[in-house]
Every structure is written in structure tokens, then in C-alpha cells.
């Protein structure tokens, strides 16, 4: 199929990709297979997307809005009719303003190039996580992204301070206000934020930014019991005077399994320990904050709840640690067939959580191949990942964790999103009437369901 | 007229306000009126509030939520046939959670009340403004309340973890999640925060909350311009390494005016600065706040930015300073008719916005009593207050002041909201297209109009 003539002639055959082309270009990152849509229409302009959206309503036409293509729950795959509407060419990047220390940019501005920027000035953009270096700020947006930082800055939801989103009709909301204070009737924005691309096009935001700190302090810790974890974890939020930014926890297997892998058999720590915590601080003072951090780690010591702790003594020791924390090379070799879950859960239940998904799948699924868990603790947020030797008991897996979730009041994606991959189990995290509200918004603002239709909303 | 009988059934006699007793109840804080309205019908629980929205949309019968009766743009004024359903029995206040730094609380727990609760726990409820002692969680939630410290907590928004509310047809959205991560479908919410009580009543919310500080340092600078007030704000963002909690900027004709009514004479500074700031950190280390505060303020006056500064040595002198930025006792002797603003515009805007708000107003209205501004800094957020010997020329005031905001791009309303009183400006900073999805959302949520009719929507 080729691209309807009329968004050609609205985007210029230059930005169309269709036929064989389209069929080389791999749907996204995590699934390599051939895209299926009509075809990528990039529009320069928001003038050029709003009509590009007006065609597609008036024709019934379902578009997929695409960034960067790093989805993790299929958030971008289209259907052969689809046009996929892609943000990257407004990729426009404001000056940071170190005054009114905010930012604006474009939807396809790319979170790396966006941080860098910022860095550039002073100044911090609060958002990180892995895959900044191809996901654009329009996907981060849609799907209020979280990752490494929110402990300190928040998550996607909360950087944001005006935002340009774009109906499905083709209705342009402009509301690029730099102001942290605005109760001018409902708060448009929120709707576009987080709801993945169902309710509108997010073209483009102001951005709250943050002083840009000048030192950076990184400790690994191990702990015996998560009771202790959690309690230094509130002890080091008041020591470090709100520069604590990451509080990274990964359980003993998980842990393990990474630094055998990567390291070569040197152990930062000499013993083994059920928790790992990788923590880091940064702040503003290079002539005290090194010692308040070491205070810090000491007290967590000598207090009796760290078993012990490292405390990276160069940028290449902190790298080394972080990356036991990011690399997923080996658990990918690993778990044959992966099965990953991204899951929010009060504090005081993740310990039992773990042990009781555990035991469930040892007496369920014995062929499991064990259970990976990490997380961004302050946020309540784990990343658990299990495998299987092959696929066909893949949604029992599922099925058993996602139950277990709703059995403990958690949320079935913290950070990811629904997408096509969760939208059948979103029933364990949101109740009928809520789904029932969500469709009402979607009726409301998209009647002929043309925006990213069957993600989402079961 | 009298409370409708399945309505007394719902929660009682002893809970619904009517006839002669009702007729003798003030309107509001603001407006000593006679309430006007069918009832006041105060439920014990959810399903009791449900079912008396339900009967209410069944029966067409207006509904307007109230809390504390503080609300400043009429937000709780009621019509003759309308029912007003009070969640002040909603008032349950959970016992605050130090490991997860949260606290469960109804709708009716009253703000101060709420931030005890926390302290003794020694924790802090990010939120606090001026009618802490009667404004109530579900009134500050659904107004998006701002106040002092939204530098460094935010908003009301940003304190809501998890929330509950109830449609106009009694569904019941219950959401009353603790994580900091959510990403299950739309973040319904946000759409009932700062929605004025337009889209659903709120009953419940599990809100964030903080380490609470142990040490308060407070300090009153003089500038002579405003380029270095910004200047110096960001510096001591970085400075005082995120314990930063207020910069509350004065402009000189408010605070000699004020420091005239207050102090007996009594300087604190001894020269005339065209703007003042009261800015005031909160630590965790006793032993070494104060001389970092110290050092923050000598630098900003050696740097030349503060022409000079006193540094409050007890916590009198603190209440004292204070007292300066939040007495309106003369203000509103001064102001016969008063006419106040509560705006929001880009920092690099404000001074200027103000030179012109003052020219403009001699020129055209000659008579005005004078031009009080003041605000929270750090938020972009001035309160300008004015008055005239008589009412004849409220309007003409208004429209000038917030045509002149609409040409400053700034906001109409930074923290209290539109009700009443602002509705027929909203269109000075929401475009038509916005105002128009805004209705969406009503039909979507509230098809019969039965919730807080006539307010926030023109």
C-alpha cells in the first residue's frame, strides 16, 4: 500500500516512507519485525501534523503517533491501514533559561540531546532512563516516562509545565505557559500525558528544569533484611538535604547473576547480602558533599542496617556500578523466552511480594528459570523478570504474577505503560468503573476512534 | 424550602442544614451572606455521598461540593434549588506512614490539622497557605491549592499519590494507590484536581509526603533591582542545596505600606529597596544550616545583588517578618473596594508587567488607591491588589488588569482557582479550542450539568 495523496502533498514525498521501504524499517526496538502500516507521514510543523490528522478523521483512518520507537509494550504497532504519524522532525530545542530555568522543545527532541543541552547551561532536565539515547520527548511525554531519577526530580508528569497537543480532529491546545502555578480551568495537559497517544499528539512542552548539580557521590551497599534497606533509604533522604537522586535496589539473584557476568570475578563486596543498594547523591557543594555522603554511608553501617558498602572512588568505579544496575546482556541470554514485569507496590509488601512470586512459580511453573528483581525503591517500583525455556506456558506466567500483583494493591505497569502488551490485564490495576470513565474521556475526545486505536483501553 | 425527604433518609436528619438555620449560615469566609440553597446534606461515608449523587442526578437537582467555605472566587456559592453536599464528616485522617512517607486522608480533614498529624510523626504535608486552619483536603485538592512552599513541594497536585472521587451519577472512582508510579491507563485523577468540583466530588487521597526539616533558617533582603532578585533566587536554589521553601518577593509600596501598619516605626532595614524578598530554608542538620544560610545571604550581599539583609535570630523576629508578607488587616481598611489578582507570569515579564499595570491604572482610572503587589517568587505567582473609593469601576479595573495579563501571555489564575468570580475572564489565557474541550469533558463526565453548574466553564 502507498500513502493516500493528499498527506503526501501535505508533508512532501520526502517525508513519506510506504511501500518497500516501509517494509525494511522494523516496527520498533523491541520487536524486529517488518512495519506494518499505510504509511510514516513526518510532518514539519504542527500546522502540517493538525491537518495531517484532519485527513486521517475525516477519513476514518487510524493513525499511530511514533517517537523514538522504544516502546516496551508495543505502543507503536500499527495495523496495515494506519497511517503512523511520526513527531521526529519537531525536534526543535529552545535555549534553556537559567532564570526561569525551563526548556522548550519539540516532540521528537531526543531526551539525550535534551539533557545535554540543559547540562550545557547548568541546568538538569529531571528526566532519565535507559533508552535516552533514541526515545524523543513526545514518546516520553505519552507514556510519563519515569526512570532513574524520580526519587528526586519526579516522573515525565511532573517536568512538564505548558504543553501543545494536537486532537484527533486536528485541534491544535496550545498552552506553552513556563509557570509552575496555573488553576485556569481544567488542567488540558494532564490528559495528554501518560494516555499514550489515545487522547491527542503531543507536539510540544515547556519544561521545568533544575539546578544543574555539580557533584556526584555513588555507593553500593548490601543489606540483610529489607526492613533495614528501607529504613536507611529515609535515613539518607534527610542526611543528604534532598540531593539523594537514585536509591537503586536489586535483590541478591538478580545481583548476583549480573556481577558474575560482568565482572570478571572481582567483588565490590566481599559477602553475599539478600538487597543491593546502589545510591547515589548530587549537589551543589564539592567541598563538603563527598564527606556528608561518606557520613552517610558510614551511619548506615555503623547503625547496624548496611552489612556493608563501597564507595566508588572514580568515575570509572561508578560506571562499573551502575552498569551490574543497567546491563541486560547476559539475563537476555539468559531467560530464553523473557517475561518481563514493570510494578509498583507499597513498600512494606515488596519483600513478601517477591518471595510469595517466587514460591508461586516454583510450585506452578517449576521449569522457570529463576527471578530477577530490581528496582527504583523510593519510587516503589521493581522491575521483576523471569524466563522460560520455551513460550507456550508464557501468559500463565503472566497471568500468575499479574493476579498476585492485584492480590497485594500494585500497579501492573509503574513506569511502561499499557500499550497493546498489558491492555488485557489492566483489569487487576484499574476497576470497572474506572475503565468504564477512560472510554467516556475517549469517546469524548477521539469519537471516531482514530488515535492509536486498541492501545490502551482493554 | 426544605431538604429533599430521600436525601434525609440518605444521611439523616441531623446532618442535613435547611429552612431558618440555613437562611442564618453565612455563604462564605469571603462573602457573609445568607447560604443560598435547598439543604447543606453532610454524608458519613462514600456510599452515603454516591447515593445522594445519584438521587440528585436522577432528579436533575444542582450539586455544589463544599469543604471549608474559604474558596475566593465563589466556588461553593450555591443557587435557591440546589443541594450543597458538604464532605465535612469525611474528615478521617490515616496514621502517616514513615516508611512510605504517605498519610490517607478524607476530604474533609482540615489542612493544619492534616500538617500536625505529620509533624508528630516528623514528617511534612507538603502543602501550606493561609487558610491552613479552615480550608479542608478536599476543597485545596480540587482547587489545586498553591501557597507557600510550592517551590519546594509543588502544588496540591503534586502531593496526591492516589485519589478518590465520585461522577455526578454516583459512580464511585476509587483509586487509593501509594506508589510514586502509575502508569495504568488514563491518571483519572488529575481531571479532579483543581477541576473546582466540576467533574466529580472528591472523597479520599493518599498524599506524598516529606522528611520533616528540623531547622528554619529566615531571612528578609532588600534589592534595588529585579534582575538581581532572580539572580539571587537561583543562586540560593543552589546554595542552600534544596531546602530551600519560600522566596516571597514584595514590591516596596506594599511592604512600607504594610511595615508602617505593623512595626511601630521599627526598621528592619534601615534604607528603601524597590523590592524585598522573605526567604526562609528548612534543613536536617542542626549543626551546620545556619551558617550555610548565613553564608547564602553574605553572598548575595557581597555579590551586590541584596542591598542589604537581616537575618531573623528567634523565632519572634521570624513571626514577625512573616507578619509583613501576610497581614492584610490595613490592606483591606485601605482598599474600600478592593480588587485582587492572582496571577501568574514568566519571571523575566513581572516587572515590567507591574510598571505598566501602574501606568495604565493612572491613566485610566486615576482614583485607584494605590497598586499592593507580592508573591511567591520561586513560582511565578504575584498576588496585585488595588482598591477604589467606590465600586462604579470594579470592571473597568478587572478587564484592564487582566487584558494586561493575557498580553504578558501570564495566567488569570495562578492558586485560587476561577468559581464565579474569574469565569468570564477565563478566555484572557485559554484559547476558544481549549474552552471547547473543556466543555467535552463536562458532557463526557457530567451530561446532565448537576455538579457545581455555572462555575469555572463560561
Same mark, same amino acid.
Given at each position: 500500500m502507498s500513502a493516500p495523496r493528499p498527506l503526501v502533498d501535505i508533508?512532501?514525498?520526502?517525508h513519506v516512507l510506504d511501500g518497500a521501504a516501509l517494509r525494511e524499517r522494523p516496527q520498533d526496538f523491541w520487536n524486529p519485525v517488518a512495519t506494518r502500516a499505510r504509511a510514516v507521514v513526518s510532518p514539519a510543523s504542527v500546522p502540517e501534523l493538525s491537518a495531517v490528522l484532519a485527513w486521517c478523521n475525516d477519513n476514518g483512518c487510524p493513525v499511530i503517533p511514533e517517537g523514538?520507537?522504544?516502546?516496551?509494550?508495543?505502543?507503536t504497532a500499527a495495523s496495515p491501514e494506519a497511517i503512523i504519524l511520526s513527531?521526529?522532525?519537531?525536534?526543535r530545542i529552545g535555549t534553556p533559561d537559567p532564570q526561569a530555568m525551563t526548556v522548550e522543545a519539540g516532540a521528537g527532541a531526543v531526551i539525550q540531546t535534551l539533557q545535554e543541552r540543559c547540562e550545557a547551561q547548568g541546568?538538569?532536565?529531571g528526566l532519565d532512563f535507559g533508552a535516552r539515547g533514541s526515545a524523543m520527548l513526545g514518546g516520553a511525554l505519552s507514556t510519563n516516562a519515569g526512570g532513574f531519577q524520580a526519587l528526586r526530580y519526579?516522573?515525565?508528569?511532573?517536568?512538564?509545565?505548558g504543553l501543545e497537543a494536537v486532537l484527533a480532529d486536528g485541534t491544535v491546545l496550545s498552552h506553552l505557559t513556563a509557570y509552575?502555578?496555573?488553576?485556569?480551568?481544567?488542567?488540558?495537559k494532564q490528559l495528554f500525558i501518560g494516555s499514550e497517544g489515545t487522547l491527542g499528539v503531543i507536539t510540544r512542552a515547556v519544561l521545568r528544569l533544575h539546578p544543574g548539580p555539580v557533584t556526584r557521590s555513588t555507593a553500593l551497599l548490601g543489606f540483610r533484611d529489607f526492613e533495614a534497606v528501607t529504613r536507611t533509604l529515609a535515613t539518607m533522604r534527610r542526611n543528604l538535604q534532598g540531593t539523594l537522586s537514585s536509591y537503586e535496589i536489586m535483590w541478591e539473584e538478580f545481583y548476583e547473576f549480573n556481577l558474575a557476568a560482568l565482572s570478571e /570475578?572481582?567483588?565490590?563486596?566481599q559477602d553475599r547480602f539478600p538487597f543491593c543498594v546502589l545510591c547515589e547523591a548530587e549537589g551543589f557543594a564539592p567541598e563538603s558533599d563527598d564527606e556528608r555522603f561518606q557520613n552517610a554511608v558510614m551511619q548506615a553501617i555503623d547503625s547496624g542496617d548496611a552489612g556493608d558498602a563501597v564507595i566508588a572512588q572514580s568515575l570509572r568505579q561508578r560506571d562499573e556500578l551502575w552498569r551490574i544496575r543497567e546491563d541486560f546482556d547476559a539475563e537476555q541470554r539468559l531467560f530464553t523466552v523473557m517475561i518481563d514485569f514493570d510494578i509498583s507496590l507499597r513498600l512494606r509488601d515488596m519483600a513478601a511480594f517477591v518471595a510469595e512470586a517466587e514460591r508461586s512459580l516454583a510450585r506452578?511453573?517449576?521449569?522457570?528459570?529463576g527471578l530477577h528483581v530490581l528496582g527504583h525503591l523510593g519510587d516503589g517500583n521493581l522491575h521483576v523478570t523471569t524466563g522460560l525455556p520455551?513460550?507456550?506456558r508464557k501468559d500463565e506466567v503472566k497471568a500468575l504474577i499479574y493476579a498476585l500483583i492485584a492480590r497485594y494493591g500494585?500497579?501492573?505497569?509503574?513506569?511502561?505503560?499499557? /500499550?497493546?502488551?498489558?491492555r488485557d490485564y489492566l483489569h487487576h490495576s484499574r476497576s470497572a468503573a474506572e475503565i468504564a470513565t477512560m472510554r467516556r474521556l475517549k469517546m469524548a475526545l477521539d469519537p471516531r476512534n482514530i488515535l492509536n486505536p486498541g492501545k490502551v483501553l482493554p
Open positions: 508533508v512532501g514525498a520526502g523514538g520507537r522504544t516502546n516496551l509494550n508495543q505502543g513527531t521526529m522532525r519537531l525536534d541546568l538538569r532536565f519526579g516522573v515525565a508528569r511532573d517536568q512538564v509545565l509552575a502555578k496555573d488553576n485556569t480551568g481544567y488542567d488540558l /570475578g572481582r567483588r565490590p563486596m506452578e511453573i517449576p521449569e522457570f528459570l520455551t513460550p507456550e500494585g500497579s501492573i505497569s509503574a513506569e511502561h505503560g499499557i /500499550g497493546i502488551n498489558k
